[in-house]
């Protein structure tokens, strides 16, 4: 996810916090905590309610170790009655659990596309986990995942409308500089020919195709350049240097650089890329 869509999105701590503390309300356990699953499938603990230490603060749990990790491994809940003593678990966090004072536990993944993204626990200190206790936490994974499911599919739209607008605006920039290239063309056809009337026709159907690409709305134009200054700009405005304009024009490079010192003169501009950038503002350009 790019920094942009990452800044957009809701913090997904926030909404695993939120459910944490609508467990503790809505059970009798008096230890809930839980946290993300990270690169690798490493579980980190993050969110407590009811806890005495810090020792389970930030434990990292990766794949089928203890019960966490078996439970991200496998996918679905597991629990243990009584933990010092369960066979089924690695018992690589008994310090801290106990020291927690621990007796029973209860972890449920949330799970979304098939992938655990989170693991909420319920403990308790004397007496088991109930079956309330287990189905409240239940629910609060089914809510977290259809919540993370529906923060993914935005995050997807907003990628696939951002790859859109990209492709959308390549192949814009490809056709306006295609229509650029004909216009330039056109203005060199129109140079060479003697014809006036053809002349003038022509010239007026490159003036169309600078204000088709510019935009009827532009503001319409207050400057006045010659034929030639149009010519040799259409010519910059391709990336032509002084002396590629004046090759593609049968000029010489000096008539160039006058004729270019002319119309940025007109145009206010300090730069040949100014000039462009006026003239295409003043629908002179394409």
Same mark, same amino acid.
């Given at each position: 996810?790019?920094?942009?869509?990452?800044?957009?999105?809701?913090?997904?701590?926030?909404?695993?916090?939120?459910?944490?503390?609508?467990?503790?309300?809505?059970?009798?356990?008096?230890?809930?905590?839980?946290?993300?699953?990270?690169?690798?499938?490493?579980?980190?603990?993050?969110?407590?309610?009811?806890?005495?230490?810090?020792?389970?603060?930030?434990?990292?749990?990766?794949?089928?170790?203890?019960l966490?990790g078996?439970?991200?491994?496998?996918?679905?809940?597991?629990?243990?009655?009584?933990? =010092?003593? $369960?066979?089924?678990?690695?018992?690589?966090?008994?310090?801290v659990?106990?020291? *927690? @004072? #621990? +007796?029973? /536990?209860? !972890?449920?993944?949330?799970?979304?596309?098939?992938?655990?993204?989170?693991?909420?626990?319920?403990?308790?200190?004397?007496?088991?986990v109930?079956d309330?206790?287990?189905?409240?936490?239940a629910?609060?994974?089914?809510?977290?995942?259809?919540?993370?499911?529906?923060?993914?599919?935005?995050?997807?739209?907003?990628?696939? =409308?951002? $790859?859109?607008?990209?492709?959308?605006?390549?192949?814009?920039?490809?056709?306006? *500089? @295609? #229509? +650029?290239? /004909?216009? !330039?063309?056109l203005?060199?056809?129109?140079?060479?020919?003697?014809?006036?009337?053809?002349?003038?026709?022509?010239?007026?159907?490159?003036?169309?195709?600078?204000?088709?690409?510019?935009?009827?709305?532009?503001?319409?134009?207050?400057?006045?350049?010659?034929?030639?200054?149009?010519?040799?700009?259409?010519?910059?405005?391709?990336?032509?240097?002084?002396?590629?304009?004046?090759?593609?024009?049968?000029?010489?490079?000096?008539?160039?650089?006058?004729?270019?010192?002319?119309?940025?003169?007109?145009?206010?501009?300090?730069?040949?890329?100014?000039?462009?950038?006026?003239?295409?503002?003043?629908?002179?350009?394409?």
């Open positions: 996810m790019t920094d942009t869509l990452a800044s957009l999105r809701p913090r997904d701590d926030d909404a695993l916090r939120g459910e944490l503390r609508l467990v503790a309300r809505e059970s009798a356990a008096p230890v809930v905590f839980g946290g993300a699953v990270q690169a690798g499938d490493v579980l980190m603990l993050s969110e407590f309610v009811g806890t005495r230490t810090r020792g389970l603060h930030g434990l990292l749990i990766p794949p089928a170790s203890g966490g078996r439970v991200v491994a496998l996918g679905r809940p597991a629990g243990v009655a009584d933990y =010092a003593n $369960a066979p089924s678990i690695s018992h690589d966090y008994d310090r659990v106990v020291g *927690e @004072g #621990i +007796r029973s /536990v209860v !972890a449920v993944p949330v799970v979304v596309g098939g992938k655990a993204r989170a693991v909420l626990y319920a403990a308790g200190r004397t007496a088991p109930g309330r206790t287990t189905d409240v936490l629910r609060s994974a089914a809510r977290l995942a259809t919540e993370l499911a529906i923060r993914d599919e935005v995050d997807r739209r907003m990628r696939m =409308a951002r $790859a859109a607008a990209v492709a959308t605006g390549a192949a814009d920039a490809a056709r306006a *500089e @295609g #229509i +650029r290239g /004909v216009h !330039a063309d203005r060199g056809i129109t140079s060479a020919v003697t014809d006036p009337v053809l002349r003038r026709a022509l010239s007026a159907l490159s003036e169309r195709l600078a204000a088709v690409l510019s935009g009827e709305d532009a503001p319409a134009t207050g400057v006045a350049l010659s034929p030639r200054e149009l010519d040799v700009l259409a010519q910059v405005a391709l990336g032509c240097s002084n002396a590629e304009a004046a090759e593609r024009l049968s000029l010489r490079m000096d008539t160039v650089k006058g004729y270019l010192r002319s119309a940025m003169r007109k145009l206010d501009a300090t730069s040949r890329h100014e000039a462009v950038v006026n003239a295409r503002r003043q629908r002179l350009l394409p």
